[in-house]
């Protein structure tokens, strides 16, 4: 008999050929020692030594070497180990060799059992210990088993599945870490609890169906499973832990349901094939909203596609900063706010879905999403930030009539061809429209007052207005009241071919369309009062005018040189008309002063 514990130092004979107990900690196993060189004992290999260990006696080789316990359980080649008596289950640790492929224990041991699979348990069957590490195939769990040990199945390689039936409601940790060909698990439908690391690593694993009572799923548990494409939440799952499924990389999609309240960091950083993701917040929980690399992690998948937002309240500054490769995004009702920089750069977006209770939109929460081609808004936003929509890529936007301000540079450098601006706005910042090849405007005032109309060139950074313009149109704002068209607003506009003014003007001032040369058609507002000096001077084209019959003054040289215009209704209210008004009108065959 020899006793191995701890290290110690062991001289076999050749010719020691009998049956020989060896005990680590006090566990007995059975094997014979076979011998076929000096150093190396065959089938049931323990240790080696060098050949300089030989000591060649009268005939019999004899070698020595130190080994320690530990040492000695992991080289043992045994398929089966014996247990009959043994009820220290500490030293049961030692037993970790990857050969060993089951577990027989007396039906006379006071302390342990085993299932007719090898599986070690307590005597009742109803607490599984461990697993042998070289268990091959199938395993079908006791019915009467209700626990593990944390690690009972870990580092079992040549596991392929495993059926669970009994009423165990709680994984432990790492129960099955590291089993890298397990390819199917079944769950009892009594588990609630997944522990940490449960499956991590476990490579083959293609699909895992959650019981529908699970609340818990932990820190690390599916990570590392590379087969597994899609998880599927019951209900019931409140807290799902940190990176529970990290570098699932074939993972494609992943929906977390509303029940969710917790959901850990990292939860899915290096799932590279993720393609659709969706979620009940952005953060840890509902209060503290975060951007997307606190679940995905620094790196995001180029893979990810779409992504619906089940959170309420906001989305978060640079939210989705730089997801080059996201085309949909789709926000629940309750999102009242996007936040600066939110979807900034994300240059694939082709679409975004808004919802009724939005109120604002951030500045540069779209910037640079160039594929985005168009948006629509309900009628509870009011706000939209600076460079908000900059660079993107619609041609035309439809905005409600509750929008209230409309910051800085919001669509300048888009392909927006057409705009109506609600009356409802007060406030309109520089350059909304700068680099855009507009051609339609519709708008309550341009400048930065509410009460008067300045030089278009303000909605296109005070630069040139472009060529491309066709048409305008002043409504007026529904909060400022009367206003006027400044001094030379749109002097020199040579492109533009057709004028509407409608809502609470009062003054159209000196210059204002001086030069306008393309010009062909002009409604004026039935509230205003005066034309100015020079309003429509060299205005080539404009073949006719209507004044209405609140106008009650025109200036000096307001239509000279209007070389096509034919016909003038003055209206009912006109007490002055300036000198040479109409000057060089040379097709002008009519005019209608009513009972001026």
């Known amino acids: 008999e020899l006793i191995v514990d701890g290290d110690i130092e062991i001289t076999f004979t050749a010719n020691d050929m009998a049956p020989a107990d060896v005990k680590a900690n006090g566990i007995a196993m059975q094997y014979e020692i076979a011998v ?31 080994i320690s316990a530990a040492e000695l359980m ?12 043994v009820a220290d289950y500490d030293a049961l640790w030692n037993l970790q060799g990857e050969s060993i492929e089951k577990f ?21 069957l109803t607490h599984l210990l461990k697993l042998p590490q070289g268990f091959r195939g199938a395993y079908y769990a006791p019915e009467q088993m209700a626990s593990a040990e944390s690690n009972a199945f870990e580092g079992c390689e040549g596991i392929e599945s495993v059926t669970i039936n009994s009423a165990i409601t709680t994984l432990p940790e790492a129960i099955f870490k590291g089993c890298i060909n397990l390819t199917e698990i079944v769950l009892p439908t009594a588990l609630t609890d997944i522990g940490n690391d449960a499956f991590n690593g476990c490579k083959a694993l293609e699909s895992v169906e959650i019981p529908e009572q699970v609340t818990r799923i932990g820190n690390g548990a599916f990570s590392s499973c590379e087969a597994i ?4 939440f019951p209900a019931s799952v409140v807290e799902i832990g940190d990176s529970a499924f990290k570098k699932c990389i074939g993972l494609t999609v992943f929906s977390v349901p509303a029940s969710v309240e917790t959901i850990g960091n990292t939860v899915i950083s290096g799932c590279t094939s ?25 790196e995001i998948p180029e893979s990810l596609e779409r992504v619906v937002l089940l959170c309420e309240n906001y989305i978060s500054d640079e939210a989705f900063y730089g997801c080059k490769n996201i085309k949909e995004i789709i926000l629940n009702e309750g999102i009242k706010e996007i936040f600066s920089d939110a979807f900034y750069g994300c240059e694939s977006l082709e679409e975004i879905t808004f919802n009724s209770d939005l109120e604002s939109v951030g500045e540069n929460a779209f910037y640079g999403c160039t594929a985005l081609k168009s948006v629509s808004f309900n009628d509870s936003l009011t706000s939209i930030g600076e460079y908000a929509f900059f660079n993107c890529g619609f041609e035309e936007i439809e905005l409600p009539s509750s929008l209230e301000r409309v910051g800085q540079y919001a669509f300048a450098s888009t392909a927006i061809t057409k705009i109506d601006i609600p009356k409802s706005v007060w406030y309109i910042g520089v350059g909304i429209l700068n680099e855009c090849p507009i051609e339609e405007i519709s708008i309550p005032f341009i400048g930065n007052a509410s009460n008067v109309v300045e030089s278009p060139k303000y909605l296109f950074d005070n630069r040139i207005v472009p060529a491309s313009l066709k048409k305008i149109k002043i409504t007026g704002s529904s909060i400022a009241g009367h206003f006027s068209i400044r001094q030379s607003a749109f002097a020199n506009c040579r492109q533009l071919e057709e004028v509407e003014i409608t809502g609470d003007i009062t003054e159209i001032g000196a210059y204002a369309f001086e030069n306008c040369k393309s010009i062909t058609s002009v409604t004026i507002s039935p509230n205003a009062t005066s034309i100015g000096t020079y309003a429509f001077y060299y205005a080539d084209e404009l073949s006719g005018i209507v004044l209405p019959d609140t106008v009650e003054s ?4 307001a239509f000279a040189y209007c070389s096509a215009l034919d016909s003038v209704d003055l209206g009912d209210s006109v007490t002055t008309i300036g000198s040479s008004a109409f000057y060089n009108c040379t097709a002008l065959e009519r005019v209608d002063m009513g009972n001026s």
Do not use: C, H
């Open 74 to 85: 992991n080289a043992i080649t045994l398929a089966d180990i014996s247990l009959p008596t």
């Open 554 to 557: 025109i200036g000096n040289y």
């Open 274 to 298: 993720l393609k659709e993701l969706t979620l009940p917040f952005m953060g840890e929980t509902s209060e503290q909203n975060a951007t997307i690399k606190y679940t995905l992690g620094e």
């Open 229 to 232: 494409t899609e998880i599927e």
């Open 104 to 124: 027989i224990v007396a039906e006379s041991n006071p302390a342990f059992a085993s299932d007719e699979q090898g599986g070690l348990y307590n005597k009742d």
């Open 36 to 66: 076929t060189t000096p150093w190396e004992f065959k089938g049931t290999q323990i240790f080696r030594v060098s050949s300089e260990a030989l000591d060649v006696n009268g005939g019999n080789a004899t070698f020595t070497a130190t």
